[in-house]
């Protein structure tokens, strides 16, 4: 069963905008909420984490925003630009499965010039 | 260099066959894992080792076997493909923990 739920789909944002996706979770045993960044042909590479004990985490453009009361998390890309345009995926684990990785579904985002 | 390689990169068979998909790390990492990538880009763990010995098996069918023969090196053996092996399958390592998995680039298995 799906463990994380992500969205959107798919998002189109202008270049100098915000992408924001969304994902939510059901486990509360979950303690990891990384979100990596896959281009076609490539593996799916780390982009940021976050642990629940933080609301929210930044680096450079990417910042993750964390809601452990409502089980939810996000990932906002500020300054957006056409090399942001790849697949997002979220993701979620806990020592009970060995920190392997519960993905979302993903985002295909789309930066337009 | 590349840190988590996988070979072949594509993979073409008939149903029926058996094949293998090889993984090596030069990370020094303790923990290795395959995913699955279906058609939907969708990624679901497969397998998880840590240090040689199996830790995670997620209702995968048994003709998937998994051999770690040291901690750098993680294949995957296929047996009796069928149409639904179809996927890119990726190999992941890390310190164990919550520490960062690095993936490999997949690699794609296509079912005739």
């Known amino acids: 069963q799906q463990q994380v739920k992500q969205s959107p789909q798919s998002l189109i944002v202008q270049k100098g905008g915000i992408s924001i996706i969304n994902c939510a979770y059901e486990?509360?045993?979950?303690?990891?909420f990384p979100w990596y960044q896959q281009f076609p042909g490539k593996g799916p590479a780390l982009l940021i984490a976050?642990?629940?004990?933080?609301s929210e985490k930044k680096e450079g453009r990417f910042t993750i925003s964390f809601n452990k009361s409502a089980k939810q998390f996000s990932l906002h890309i500020m300054d957006s630009q056409p090399g942001d345009s790849a697949t997002y995926f979220c993701?979620?684990?806990?020592?009970?499965?060995?920190?392997?990785?519960?993905f979302g579904k993903g985002t295909s985002l789309l930066v337009t010039p | 260099d590349t840190a988590v390689s996988q070979t072949p990169k594509y993979l073409v068979t008939q149903m029926g066959n058996d094949k293998s998909i090889k993984c090596e790390q030069n990370?020094?990492?303790?923990?290795m894992y395959w995913y699955k990538q279906d058609s939907k880009k969708f990624l679901k763990i497969m397998f998880s080792?840590?240090?040689?010995?199996?830790?995670i098996n997620e209702t995968v069918p048994n003709r998937f076997s998994p051999k770690s023969p040291d901690k750098a090196h993680l294949n995957l053996h296929i047996n009796s493909l069928e149409l639904g092996d179809s996927a890119v399958y990726f190999c992941?390592?890390?310190?164990?923990?919550?520490?960062?998995?690095?993936f490999g680039d997949g690699t794609r298995l296509s079912i005739l």
């Open positions: 486990n509360t045993a979950f303690d990891y």
């Open positions: 993701a979620a684990s806990n020592s009970n499965s060995g920190y392997a990785l519960n």
């Open positions: 992941a390592s890390s310190l164990g923990g919550s520490k960062p998995q690095h």
């Open positions: 990370l020094g990492h303790d923990t």
């Open positions: 976050i642990r629940p004990d933080v």
């Open positions: 080792y840590n240090n040689k010995e199996l830790i």
